[in-house]
């Protein structure tokens, strides 16, 4: 009886896990499309530096990091998610 | 002045533009002498008729600085009064030629666009909105019109849905389907009848911007060409940087860049009732469609993709303060345009707001304000 509440458990802590970690991949989505879309309009259309823009973005991004690229922003959330944009002038930063 | 506004609802009503309650105060028209600034501001002191003192006051709230870093949260400031420019300053960083971002004052913009092809005829305000997915036999969706876009009162279920990380507007601007926002804002559902209810969406404005993008054709070089050849290039705007999603839709909810002298030249052809320099630009009557409250009982101060501040109410947001009337474009962190006809005032602030709140900062903007006195002879 034991063996089967220990599956139970194990099995409710997978699910449990599961959609803490699909939910988590969703804000994080969301979070890194947000820091890469703001810091390329940031940089290349309002052309300031990106240590400039980088406190202009909400407290809660703080986890989110960013690389800037000749042309574009890339900002990730390790192991959750990564999102690019690109800045292509004369239409400033596109989302990927 | 009383003629000018009985014509002004007179042309409106015939149109067809002005919703059910008129707008109050006449649009002024620009002064005698000083000239348009398409090609530049003119400048000068405030006057002597302004309070100083609540004007410094006010100025230096502004810029104290408590954003992060100790830097100030605003970072230009500009008042034009009877068309020239009597007060501009930037926060250390910033100047005259920095691009701004409007956040959802770019709403506003994306309002101008669609007056703008109101007025060629390629729009019509009552006609059932042209986006293609709604046209389908027994789809509810296809009453809906673009005075119901306008004013944010279609009743889809698309509402902006506040600082969650995951909104709807989160997931419109920065989710995976960010890639076509048109597309992901027009496949809703109706939650209410529409003209019944309003909801503030950028999902909305996604759709209008949608529908701005087709009705011009040409995708996102087309719609870059229409703004600079009907809109920027006859007010002077040089700054102006529209931005779009990577289906080729203008990002007409949240994302246009001008600076902060375009940005006036925007509020100032709000101000002047559509019209520059002799030249018609909005269609006669579209302003004051756009500073009428959108029929809606919980309407919360908006017009046409533009807010009011004329009738206080207990759902009213943003408000500036009791006894001031203007009509302003808003954006997230405290951008403001705010376009004040008693007074001949076009104000814009631009920046952050990390520290201060909206009713802090709308009692700034309202000292700011009423430092200038109403004009005399201006009446509703």
């Known amino acids: ?96 | 002045m009383g003629s000018r506004v009985a014509l002004a609802v007179l042309l409106a009503a015939t149109l067809g533009l002005a919703g059910p309650v008129a707008a109050a105060t006449a649009l002024p028209p620009q002064p005698a002498g000083v000239p348009w600034p398409t090609l530049g501001w003119s400048e000068g002191p405030p006057g002597a008729a302004i309070d100083h003192g609540t004007l410094a006051t006010a100025v230096a709230k502004l810029f104290l600085p408590v954003g992060r870093g100790g830097l100030p949260d605003t970072r230009a400031l500009l008042v034009a009064a009877g068309g020239r420019i009597v007060l501009e300053r930037y926060a250390a960083g910033f100047g005259r030629e920095s691009r701004f971002r409007s956040w959802s004052m770019a709403k506003s913009v994306t309002q101008c666009l669609t007056g703008i092809l109101v007025r060629e005829g390629h729009l019509t305000l009552d006609a059932p909105a042209p986006v293609p997915d709604w046209q389908r036999a027994g789809d509810p969706r296809a009453q809906l019109t673009l005075r119901h876009i306008l004013n944010m009162t279609t009743g889809l279920d698309n509402a902006d849905g506040g600082d969650d990380g995951d909104s709807f507007a989160a997931q419109l601007l920065f989710g995976e389907r960010a890639k076509d926002s048109a597309a992901f804002a027009t496949r809703v559902d109706l939650a209410h009848e529409p003209g019944t209810h309003w909801d503030y969406s950028t999902g909305t404005s996604q759709i209008l911007s949608g529908i701005v993008g087709r009705s011009v054709g040409g995708g996102r070089e087309g719609v870059r060409a229409f703004a600079e050849r009907e809109l920027a290039a006859p007010l002077g705007i040089r700054s102006l940087v529209l931005e779009f999603d990577a289906a080729e839709t203008m990002l007409g909810g949240s994302y246009v860049w001008a600076s902060a002298r375009d940005w006036a030249r925007l509020g100032l052809l709000y101000l002047r009732d559509g019209r520059w320099d002799g030249r018609r630009i909005l269609p006669e009557g579209w302003v004051d469609f756009t500073r009428t409250p959108a029929p809606a009982a919980n309407n919360g101060s908006y017009g046409a993709h533009v807010w009011i501040t004329a009738q206080p109410g207990p759902e009213q947001w943003p408000t500036l303060a009791p006894g001031i009337e203007a009509f302003q474009m808003n954006g997230n962190a405290g951008q403001f345009v705010v376009m004040v006809p008693d007074r001949d005032l076009v104000i814009v602030r631009l920046g952050e707001m990390h520290v201060s709140t909206w009713p802090e900062l709308n009692a700034q903007l309202a000292e700011l304000i009423n430092a200038f006195p109403p004009r005399s002879g201006m009446s509703p």
């Open chain 1, 1 to 96: 009886m034991n063996r089967w509440y220990a599956m139970a458990i194990v099995w409710l802590l997978l699910v449990v896990g599961a959609l803490l970690f699909e939910r988590a991949r969703d804000l994080s989505t969301i979070g890194a499309g947000y820091a890469a879309k703001e810091l390329c309009s940031c940089v290349f259309v309002g052309e300031r530096s990106l240590a400039s823009c980088r406190p202009d973005l909400p407290e809660t991004m703080e986890r989110v990091e960013a690389e800037l690229g000749a042309d574009r922003v890339r900002a990730f959330v390790p192991y959750l998610a990564e999102r690019i944009a690109r800045y292509e002038p004369p239409f400033g930063c596109v989302l990927y």
